[in-house]
Structures are given as C-alpha cells and as structure tokens.
C-alpha cells in the first residue's frame, strides 16, 4: 500500500483500507449473493471529490495498488465485474424508488455512493492503463454465467452502466444529504467512464472506436431530453449559488463566538454532506458531462441524440398551447437565466464553450439573444476575453471569435450594435474610449486580436474568423469611432506589409514597397512561399472589401473612416495596378478623390489651414453631396460559420482537456496522448515576421484621436494623426 509521510494522509488511507476494501483485491471469487458486497458498501466512506483530492497522492496510490491487484485477479474472480452490475442493479432500484421530495438521506443512498466510488475508482485506472480490447473484456460477462447480480445483465456492461447513471442523472434528486453524494458521484463516473479518448487516440476512421462507453448510447439514451434539461438546470443552479455565497457573508458582522453557534447546525450537517460546495460541484461537473456528450461522435462522424436534443432547446419562459407538442420530446430551459449565466462565467473556459454550443447548436437560443436589447451584457464579456488575449487559451479565442461571428451573420445584430453606446470601457487600458458604441468596440477588437495573432500565434483561421465577423459588420457600421476607424486603416497596412515580406525573401529589397513609393509586386511562382502568400492575398482582399462595403452602404454615416482615407491615401497607390486588389482600391480612390477635390475647394475659398475636428466636420457636410453611383457595385460578401468535418478532431481533445484541467478525475500527465499536457518552450520567431510583429507592436499604443487633435492639417488633410510606422 505504500508508504505515507504525512499523518492526515495515512488517516485518510485507514479510513478505506478496512478488511471489506482490502478482500477486493484477492484471487478468491466473491459470489453475487455473497453478504459480503452489502456490507463493503455500508463500511466505504462517503466523501466529495473534493475533499479526496486533498490527500489525493496518498489516496491515489492506495487505490491503484487496490485496482491493479482486483482487475489482475479478475480474469477468475470476476469480481470487478460483479461490483459494476452490483452497482447498476442498485442505480436502477434507487432511481425507481425515488427518494421523497423531503427524504435526501434515503438508507440505500450512501451504499449506492460508496459503490459508485468504487466503481469509478476501479474503471479509472482500467480507463487509464488498460488496452479497449481488455476494458471490454472485463466489461464481458460470461457467457455460461448463472450467477450474476442481475440475469438481465449478462453480457457487456458498458451500455447498462451507462444508462443506470444517465438515469440518475435525470431523474434521481441533488438537494442534500446522501442523495447530493449519489448524484456527485454519478456525474463523476460519467466523466470517467467517457475520458477512454484520453488514452486511445483512432489512428483512422476504419479502426474501432475508443469511445467504449459513449458509442454505447450514441444512437440511443434513456430520456436524452431529460438529461439536457437537468445538466443545463444545474449549471443555472450553482451559478446561483455561487452569487449567492459572492455577495455578501452575512456573518460579516457578527462575533467569532456567536458566528460558530449561528452556523452550528449547518456545520454538523455540511460535515457529513457538504451540501452549498457539493450542489455548485454537481452544476460544474454538470457542465462538463453536457459538453462531453453533446460534442461526442463517433467513427462516422454521426451526431448522438444530445446532440439533436439540444437543437431542440426550448424556452421554458413560454408556454404556447402551439408548442406543446413540439416540446414533449424536447428539452427546456430559462433562457434569462441562461443567458446571464453565460455573461457572468465568461471568463470560464467551459462557459465559453458552452456559449459556442448553444449559439451554434439551437436556433431558437439564437434567436433569443439577437432579440435582446441589452445584447451588450453578453457581448461586452466576449470582448473582454479577446482584450485579454494573452491570458487565455487559444481554444478560447477561438470559440469567442466563432460565436462572434455567428452574431454577426444577422443584419440587425451588426446594425444594432452601433446603436449602443457605452459611456466607459474601464478594462480598456490602451487608450481612454469614451463615447464609444458597442459596434466600434467590437471593431477595435476585432483588429486588436489579429494584431495579436500576428505576434503570437500566428493561425491563419483565426485571421479567418476575425476579418469575416469584420466583413459581415462592414456594411452596417455606423458612426465609427475614430479609434475604430484608424484601427481598420491600420490593418490594411499591416497585411500590406505581410504581403510585401512574402513577397521578397531578402527583406533588403523590399523598403520601396514598405514606403509605398512604388506598385506592390505580384506574386512569385516559388512554390515554397506561394501557398501562405495566397491566403494573406486573400486576407488582405477580405480586408479592401470591408472598406469598399463600409463606403458603398455607409459612407455618409462614418466621417472618420474617410477622414483616415484621406490622410493615409498613399498607403492604397501601390495596389491599384495589382491584379488582385485594383478594382477594389479604384473605388476607394474614387472616395478619396471627390473629398479631397471638395475639401481643396473649400480651403481655397476660406484660404486657411484646417485641424482634424475641422476636416471631419467638413467631411460630413461634403457627404451629402456623395452618390454611391460613383462606385463600381460588387456582390456583398457575407460570411457564414460551419463547422468543418470531422467535428471531433478539435472538439473531442478540447472537451477532453478541458475535463483534465479541472484536476476532478486525477489522471497522469504522462498516461494522456490525446493532446499535451506540458506546455513547451522555445523560441518559435520566425525572422521574416519581425517587421509585421513590430508594427503589430507600435499599433497597440495610444493614438491621437482626431475628433481632439490640437494638431492643423492642410488642405490635402495631412498630419491629422499619428500613425504606426516601421
């Protein structure tokens, strides 16, 4: 059993090596009938995970000799066996014995929780270090078996096992007491049982699937419906309580002495349940099991029934008479509380995901948040992930950028949005943004977090994804902040300059370019650099026709943009004899123009020099002179998301990941090859990307904001800014 230093550890490890614990791990064969599994059940100790994560070294060890040495003899005692039908035969009576709306210590409870911890403890380090072939093996009944716990269980185990805890899961209660444990520990065996991917990675889609226990409920689940409705209720749950316990500790006031009478009823019974910190446990478990089985699939790439379920999703705050039918097999949640829940838990990875989930999964939840009009409660958190880019996981930027997008594939979203303006943006710490919109922040963003890829991690789709959210906004973008404006100028040359140093290995040559004295080059025929050339081609076009739809559809509503035009004209000469980007860049060179010919003429006739606010006022009056008949009219570019196949290459690793990093199942870092568990290090700078990461760098700090410029500009509107420079 090991050796133990520490005096709580080896407490902790006395209170489960009792003589009951110990016989599992004995060659001798324990018959079904035997009294001997009653009284195991009755003598394991019934304690959160989180209190046995905090001996967990010491616990682990034990039970992983206790499991190595009961699987080992299982071969003839079958005994491991008869533990998990043991433990679905009495899931199966307690959820049909369902205790009483006021019973939450019903007496099969605890021995219900202790064989589930047992059962989870043992198939964990199966799960863990066993081939699929031998899992199933154990899984296997015999097939001349008479003696099992249950005749109806004969044969694999991995289905039933399966259902009994989807059907706790639904239908058994997680008020308190021991039926608080049983729930726990159900959703805990289902992240267990479901993590087999950890360790067995499908080398092909023709190999068989290492997803023993969620191919078994892949096609079929007792009340999928059901299961959804109760997860989401208990994610809605413990976010409750966690508000609850954050707002105010209403003991605050009160003496030590007092205090410890006041609680000590509470005291008592959170010693034997922990009720408050297991209820908001089973809402973050609760989570994590809903994303495991939505995001499941299987070889084929077949999506499971929660799945299908949850593109169900109803609103529980509507009844129509209409729906009821529809909503019989469908499940339901509060989509308020929902959509607060996914505001105020932002920040957590697995509330990210479920966000992307939901807004990509179900129609109506979609719905419901492009109908609110405080859509900014949700967005500004969303925007607030990206400002904080460094800090968080590239999966997370990734699932904030698609649910971004997916928002702005609805017109009125993007239009509405600029009507929102936000007195005060306090973690924006670049500049200070007052009298921003929701729409300009999302802009500054939006560009802020391409920058940011530039720099650090350099992934062409989430390029892709911050330019299509861009593009889809384009058209409705309406009274630009100045800061937005300059940002969007700032990004047409810093993928001008991205172009230019792909075009030219020797970054010696390329300083004409750069300066933009002369035409940007046409691609080279090395076919070494002209598949990323293509695609930072295509960006910049992606680019060049978010300003060609901002100035086709929304000219006189944006002054700024084309105050930016104006002042940064030399930056578009060099694309308008490239044979990707001209007919774009004429128009915007027609915009330019017409200003700068009425502004020549304006400042002629007043003979005076001009400052930023002065320009941008002029602009304004000469846009209603401006006919958008001047431009050449391209078909609108709208992006739409889809999740490209197969779906479980990024999401079966990230929910996976996910799982580990909350430390619940305790499994080694060295046994996981679904994905890195380490994080390497070392110098990944690619020398040819030095200019772009320097302009990315000097295009993050403050920059003079027109609309308060001191500074005087000529009338050809030049020094009204500062801008990036190399």
Known sequence: MGNFS?????????????????????????????????????????????????????????????????????????????????????????????PAEHDDNPPAAKELAAALFLTRTILAYAVENLPTEKLEEILQGEESSTSTADESLDGNLAKPLMWSVLRILSDSPCR???????????????????????????????????????????????NPEKTVQRLLKNFLSSVHID?????????????????????????????????????????????????????????????????????????????????????????????????????????????????????????????????????????????????????????????????????????SFCASVHMKPLPHVLWFRERIL?????????????????QFNFSKLRDIYLHTNCLAALTNMSPHFTDLHPYAAQRIITLVDMLKRKYVLLVHKDKSTVTAELKGTESLPNAPTDPGVSEELEIYTDLLRIVLETVNACLTYALPRN???????????????????????????????????????????????????????????????????WSADQLRVFPELKFTYEE?????????????????????????NERIILFETKKKSGDENEENDSDVEETAETASKPHEDPSSSTQHASTDVEGGGETASV
């Open 644 to 668: 490209e196949a197969p779906h479980r290459e990024f999401f079966l690793p990230y929910v996976m990941e996910l799982i580990h990093r909350k430390g619940l199942l305790g499994f080694r």
């Open 6 to 98: 520490s005096s709580s550890s080896s407490v902790q490890v006395a209170e489960y090596s009792t003589d009951a614990v110990e016989r599992l791990r004995q060659p001798a064969r324990i018959e079904p009938a035997d009294s001997y599994w009653g009284e195991l059940f009755r003598h394991v100790p019934v304690k959160p995970p989180a209190d046995i994560a905090k001996n967990f070294e010491a616990l682990r060890s034990y039970f992983d000799d206790l499991s190595f040495a009961a699987l080992q003899a299982d071969g003839t005692t079958r005994n491991v066996y008869t533990l998990v039908s043991k433990t679905i035969a009495m899931a199966e009576k307690y959820v049909q014995d369902a």
């Open 434 to 450: 007052t009298a921003i919109s929701l729409g300009s922040l999302i802009v500054v963003l939006l560009v802020r977090t391409v």
């Open 243 to 411: 508000d609850e316990e954050g707002e105010q500790d209403i003991f605050s006031a009160v003496g030590s002495a007092a205090k410890h009478l006041l609680t000590l009823p509470f005291t008592l019974l959170s010693g034997i349940i922990g009720s408050s910190s297991r209820s908001s446990q089973a809402g973050k478990l609760s989570l994590l099991v809903l994303l495991t089985l939505v995001h499941h699939r299987n070889s084929a790439n077949e999506e499971n029934v929660f799945a299908t379920r949850l593109r169900h999703l109803c609103d529980t705050q509507h009844t129509d008479a209409d729906d009821a039918e529809t909503r019989l097999n469908a499940p339901g949640s509060n989509f308020h509380d929902l959509f607060d829940a996914l505001s105020k838990r932002m920040a957590d990875e697995s509330v990210t995901l479920l966000m992307y989930t939901l807004l990509h999964t179900s129609q109506a939840f979609l719905q419901y948040v492009l109908s609110r009009e405080d859509v900014e409660v949700l967005v500004l958190p969303m925007l607030k992930v990206l400002y904080h880019a460094e800090d968080a996981r590239p999966y997370q930027i990734y699932m904030v950028l698609i649910s971004m997008l997916i928002l702005t594939q609805d017109a």
């Open 559 to 625: 002054p700024y943009l084309v105050y930016q035009l104006l002042y940064r004209r030399e930056l578009f000469e060099p694309f308008r004899t490239h044979h990707r980007f001209w007919d774009l860049v004429d128009n915007i060179t027609r915009v330019i123009e017409f200003f700068a010919v009425q502004l020549d003429l304006q400042s002629n006739a007043n003979a005076s020099q001009w400052d930023a606010p002065t320009v941008v006022a002029r602009v304004t009056d000469i846009a209603e002179l």
């Open 176 to 222: 308190s007491g021991y039926s608080q444990c049983v729930y726990v520990e159900s959703l805990s065996l289902t992240l267990t049982l479901t993590s087999t991917p950890m360790f067995h990675v499908l080398e092909s889609t023709n190999e068989r699937s290492p997803n023993v226990f969620l191919d078994s409920i892949q096609r079929e689940a007792p």
